[in-house]
């Protein structure tokens, strides 16, 4: 599986901490940016990148860092077809792959540490989503909005 990872400044280090560790697990990583925590750097930048290479096909997934994870997400989730969430648990972090077909986990680096954040990481991408009929039906009525035909 590739993983695209991308981050404001202020989610550079744990960025960069999960880039080397799905590394080191055999994950096809690809790291947009940003490199230097020093230099100012917005987060939907970073969003916009990362979700570019979700729909080129680079990239499988996508992980999200910024200081809460909330604007990065709320960045994301302005693309169709981006399905973004916090996660600070590894139930959500699975279960919204189950359920809800999340391809964009989002971290705070304000508010978890790097131990955390590979466990949600690998919750994230060990996860697979359910084909049972109730979750192909929300998922429908999900994308049915972002073609404005659900009111």
């Not at 940016?33 to 096909?57: K, M």
């Not at 989503?129 to 979750?135: A, I, L």
Request: charged share 20%; net charge negative.
């Amino acid at each position: 599986m590739n993983v695209v990872l991308a981050s404001d400044h202020v989610g550079q280090p744990l960025k960069q901490h999960l880039v080397d560790f799905l590394k080191s697990k055999g994950y096809g990583v690809l790291d947009v940016g940003v490199n230097d925590p020093a230099v100012r750097a917005d987060y939907p930048d970073s969003a916009t990148r990362a979700v570019g290479a979700l729909r080129d096909g680079s990239a499988d997934r996508a992980i999200l860092v910024c200081g809460s994870g909330v604007g990065i997400s709320i960045a994301a989730n302005k693309f169709d077809g981006i399905y973004a969430s916090v996660c600070h648990d590894t139930y959500s972090a699975h279960q919204g792959v189950e359920h809800d077909q999340m391809n964009a986990l989002c971290l705070g680096s304000r508010v978890i540490g790097p131990a955390l954040a590979e466990e949600l990481a690998l919750s994230f991408l060990h996860a697979e989503p359910m084909t049972e009929p109730r979750y192909l039906v929300r998922f429908e009525k999900v994308q049915a909005i972002e073609r404005g035909e659900q009111k």
